[in-house]
C-alpha cells in the first residue's frame, strides 16, 4: 500500500462543521480524513473518487486548535508533551 503524497497538517483544509481535513486530489475530488480519527491514530486521507491517498504529517497535539476551532472538543484531553 503506498501513498500518492505527505501532506502537512497545515496545508490542509479543516472545515468545522463536518470536523473533516481535506485536500485537492489530482482527479478533482479531494482527500479527506475525520479529525477524531486522527485522534485515534488514523493518518491516512483517501480520495472516495479515485481511491488515492496521502499521508497527513501531524502531531497529536496539533489537534487541539482544530477542535477549538470547531468548537468541540476531543474524546479525551489531548496530554501535551513537555
Ligand atoms: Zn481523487
Same mark, same amino acid.
Given at each position: #500500500?503506498?501513498? +500518492? *503524497?505527505?501532506? @502537512?497538517?497545515e496545508d490542509m483544509m479543516f472545515d468545522t462543521s463536518t470536523q473533516t481535513f481535506s485536500y485537492p486530489c489530482p482527479c478533482g475530488d479531494k /482527500?479527506?480524513? +475525520? =479529525? *477524531? %480519527? #486522527? /485522534? %485515534?491514530? @488514523?493518518?491516512?486521507?483517501? !480520495?472516495?473518487? !479515485?481511491?488515492?491517498?496521502? $499521508?497527513? =504529517? /501531524? $502531531?497529536?497535539? %496539533?489537534l487541539q486548535e482544530y +477542535?477549538? $476551532?470547531?468548537g468541540s472538543q476531543p474524546p479525551e484531553p489531548i496530554a501535551v508533551a513537555a
Open positions: #500500500m503506498s501513498t +500518492y *503524497d505527505q501532506v @502537512e497538517i /482527500f479527506q480524513i +475525520y =479529525i *477524531d %480519527d #486522527m /485522534f %485515534d491514530g @488514523e493518518n491516512i486521507a483517501v !480520495c472516495p473518487s !479515485c481511491s488515492l491517498m496521502i $499521508e497527513v =504529517i /501531524f $502531531e497529536k497535539e %496539533d +477542535y477549538e $476551532e470547531a
